[in-house]
């Protein structure tokens, strides 16, 4: 049996609830295929036109207008110091809740929501083996593979 879930789940709030529970977004940076916890998600747009924003980090690629909210967007792909690429009509920006803070996660292309049971997630090895695996924080395993789990508080704020 399959574990994507076949319609769209989008949040209208950043909290998790029992309807939300073990739902995870996946996405794809290069090959890699990662995921973060459904409560946590505003909502996925296209990409929108950025404003650069200087001497910030380079995986910030500036700030965006939400609906009137101005919104930090970060590109998972170079945050993960993979090699940039255009964005083109499968890129797509992840509005994320995380604290008090809202921003736009820019990666390659969207996977689907998928329910990982907790029985499915365990702790990732030890080993450091690329950089990126400093913002895992749990490995899901579902039908179709591995989904490395976001820990989003690295990903955002350790610099």
Avoid at 7 to 22: A, F, I, Q, R, W
Avoid at 67 to 75: F, M
Avoid at 96 to 120: A, K, N, P, R, T
Wanted: with cysteine.
């Amino acid at each position: 049996m399959s574990n994507i879930v076949e319609n769209d789940v989008l949040m209208e709030s950043g909290n998790s609830t029992d309807s939300t529970k073990n739902m995870y977004l996946a996405f794809v940076i290069e090959d890699e295929q990662f995921a973060v916890d459904v409560g946590h998600i505003k909502e996925i747009i296209g990409v929108e036109p950025i404003t650069l924003v200087p001497r910030t980090e380079d995986y910030i690629k500036g700030i965006f207008n939400l609906r009137g909210d101005i919104v930090p967007a970060i590109d998972v792909r170079s945050r993960f110091r993979k090699p940039e690429i255009p964005y083109n009509q499968l890129t797509c920006i992840v509005v994320v809740f995380y604290q008090d803070y809202i921003l736009g996660l820019i990666v390659d292309s969207i996977l689907g929501v998928y329910i990982i049971e907790e029985d499915m997630i365990s702790s990732p090895p030890n080993a450091k083996l690329s950089y990126s695996n400093q913002f895992v924080k749990n490995i899901g395993k579902a039908d179709d593979g591995i989904k490395l789990l976001l820990d989003l508080e690295k990903l955002i704020f350790d610099i």
